[in-house]
């Protein structure tokens, strides 16, 4: 977008996947970065150093948000190191897959803490600093599972759900400052996982309205064109990146 220069940006869970796409994306637009990461600490890592040999500025940071109040430090890190946040993009999270029935209540407490309660609290932090200076923008990382189910996702469905009706109230809370806040929904997106859990792309893709899963480059865009000028009066959306999939009806007549 070409205006997103020197802008100071945290991103959550960067260490790997969607997180890393985005991570690249907006070094390369100029983006002076925070990264945090927890069980991908190691791939933060590697990928700053990368990104440094390439000129950007960067910085990664491990924090388990499985206590939420991490997520604030994270966000005070950022602007201690920068003097300024721009541009939260709230992405770290994790998948539950596991049948309700069986569930236990302990592993329920993480997944709501990690992909809800800290995006809450990086939030509150990030739009403290960011009504004060009049312009900022939050970006949070959902799901379609948020819109669209499987029987094994019931709790992770709830804390993607949670994130896009929190979001859309935060805009509305944050609209008469300069501060948008919208959602990213990705749908299939190729990431280590697929490999780690022997699932073939290919027969995901075939699922697909569009016949092929998505790639994090492609998440990427969308967090750059509503971390910019462009997307300056788009508040409150959630845009599903998903190849056309919630379009879909299941049942095929």
Not at 47 to 59: K, M, N, S, Y
Not at 72 to 85: D, K, W
Request: proline residues 3%; contains cysteine.
């Amino acid at each position: 977008m070409g205006d997103l220069e020197g802008r100071a940006a945290v991103v959550t869970g960067g260490g790997t996947g969607i997180g890393a796409g985005i991570v690249r994306r907006l070094a390369a637009e100029g983006c002076r970065l925070l990264v945090s990461a927890s069980n991908s600490v190691a791939g933060a890592e590697a990928l700053r150093d990368e990104l440094r040999d390439g000129g950007a500025a960067i910085e990664t940071m491990a924090a388990d948000f499985r206590d939420p109040d991490a997520a604030r430090g994270v966000v005070r890190a950022a602007i201690e190191r920068y003097g300024q946040l721009d541009i939260l993009v709230n992405n770290a999270g994790f998948t539950l897959d596991e049948p309700f029935l069986e569930g236990a209540t302990a592993r329920w407490q993480d997944i709501f803490n990690i992909n809800l309660m800290a995006m809450i609290t990086a939030s509150q932090d990030a739009a403290r600093h960011m009504v004060e200076r009049g312009a900022g923008r939050i970006v949070n990382i959902s799901s379609v599972h948020g819109f669209v189910h499987m029987p094994h996702n019931v709790i992770y469905a709830a804390t993607k759900a949670g994130i896009n009706g929190f979001t859309r109230a935060l805009a509305l809370a944050l609209a008469p400052h300069g501060v948008t806040c919208n959602v990213i929904a990705p749908g299939a997106i190729q990431v280590d996982r697929y490999a780690d859990q022997n699932l073939n792309p290919s027969t995901i893709g075939a699922a697909i309205p569009m016949r092929r899963v998505g790639q994090p480059r492609e998440i990427a865009a969308a967090v750059v064109y509503l971390a910019s000028d462009e997307a300056s009066y788009v508040s409150g959306e959630v845009l599903y990146v998903d190849g056309a999939l919630t379009t879909a009806m299941a049942l095929q007549l």
